[in-house]
């Protein structure tokens, strides 16, 4: 159940879209229902001077299958840059409300929750769609939600896994959100989606994120409400601390069929904070909320994690394989993963995490660029 790399795929991001069933438009004749009652989705597209990239996002918002159940799209400049009003204009047959912010809000303030808590009082849909104008979604993405809402109604939101890649006719470089979403719903799915409660987002959340904002598909009531939780100024691991909100309004779903696509590239918020050491303070920062929130809420996380550990037969191996920064050392030191659990050689772990720790990042990317040029000449694909 680990992520499967693109080594056996030899596949690009537009191959596999291209392979897909074409969209169209069903919302009218057999769309999702909820209790009789059409589900309407207003989609929210933060942009920040990538109009280029924008435009992919928008191109993948109207191939929609589910197209007609897209009330309103509203596309928000934060980086001062009109040529992504330019973009907008280009798609007209789009409902799109453009928003131009004259004074710009950094990723993750107060200002900036503080203002979507004041626009999803105006939104008049029940569900709200993210995606950032880096990402685009397959032409499936939110038809699968809303059909998850209506096979689970008390589901407040639904996510799915996601492909990793760096551009629109790349190689398919990882599927994330697979194996984190396995364990800690202990293996529950329902019709191909794994359901998961507050419990469950506490364990997957103290391994890596286990959802990504672009794939989120969410009641708008469900997001006012856990909002709060997230004015505490954190730029960059806020995605990890609303899904464990989230579990507390109901139900989380994370559809086992991958359909959106997750673009890395240089010009990421996150890349700036990786390199400035911002990430890892923000990341042990939500770990320690989240593991507040299990002592609120009376879970023990260590008995949490056996518990899964036994109905899944993962092995801490497993675990630790699928673990991110430091949070496997983490699990360790707090007692919540017994070390006598492990079943590989303690001496060779000892011996990776001193490599890990002594290499310089930049060794690491001259390693990856090396080998990217290496597969230029060949006519090969890296393997990742």
Request: hydrophobic fraction near 40%; glycine fraction near 6%.
């Amino acid at each position: 159940m680990r992520s499967q790399s693109s080594a056996n795929m030899r596949v690009s991001s537009t191959d596999l879209l291209e392979a897909m069933p074409a969209a169209r438009d069903v919302s009218s004749v057999n769309g999702p229902q909820r209790q009789g009652v059409e589900q309407n989705v207003t989609v929210l597209i933060p942009t920040c001077k990538r109009p280029a990239l924008l435009r992919t996002a928008l191109e993948s918002v109207s191939q929609q299958s589910a197209k007609l159940s897209i009330r309103e799209i509203v596309v928000i400049e934060n980086g001062l840059d009109r040529g992504s009003e330019e973009v907008c204009r280009a798609f007209g047959s789009l409902p799109i409300k453009y928003v131009f912010r004259e004074k710009p809000l950094p990723p993750g303030s107060l200002e900036s929750v503080e203002a979507t808590e004041e626009w999803l009082r105006t939104v008049a849909t029940d569900f709200v769609a993210i995606l950032f104008d880096d990402d685009w979604w397959a032409p499936n993405h939110l038809q699968r939600a809303l059909e998850g809402f209506s096979i689970v109604p008390d589901a407040a939101a639904s996510f799915c896994s996601f492909l990793i890649t760096t551009g629109e006719s790349r190689h398919l470089a990882q599927v994330r959100g697979s194996f984190v979403p396995w364990f800690a719903s202990a293996g529950r799915q329902v019709s191909g989606r794994w359901v998961l409660g507050l419990p469950d987002l506490i364990v997957g959340g103290l391994m890596d994120v286990p959802v990504h904002y672009s794939s989120m598909v969410v009641k708008r009531e469900a997001f006012l409400a856990s909002l709060p939780a997230v004015k505490d100024g954190n730029p960059c691991d806020s995605d990890r601390a609303i899904a464990v909100e989230l579990a507390a309004h109901g139900k989380i779903l994370c559809d086992l069929t991958p359909t959106i696509f997750v673009r890395i590239h240089p010009m990421q918020e996150h890349q700036r904070l990786t390199a400035s050491g911002e990430t890892i303070f923000w990341h042990h920062y939500t770990t320690q909320q989240i593991v507040k929130r299990a002592e609120q809420n009376g879970i023990g996380i260590r008995e949490e994690f056996a518990r899964r550990m036994r109905a899944t037969g993962a092995s801490v191996d497993n675990v630790e394989s699928n673990c991110i920064h430091d949070s496997f050392d983490f699990l360790l030191r707090e007692n919540f993963i017994d070390a006598t659990w492990t079943r590989r050689n303690p001496v060779v772990r000892a011996i990776k995490k001193a490599i890990k720790e002594v290499t310089p990042p930049i060794m690491w990317k001259l390693k990856s660029r090396g080998t990217d040029l290496l597969a230029s000449v060949t006519g090969r694909q890296r393997e990742v």
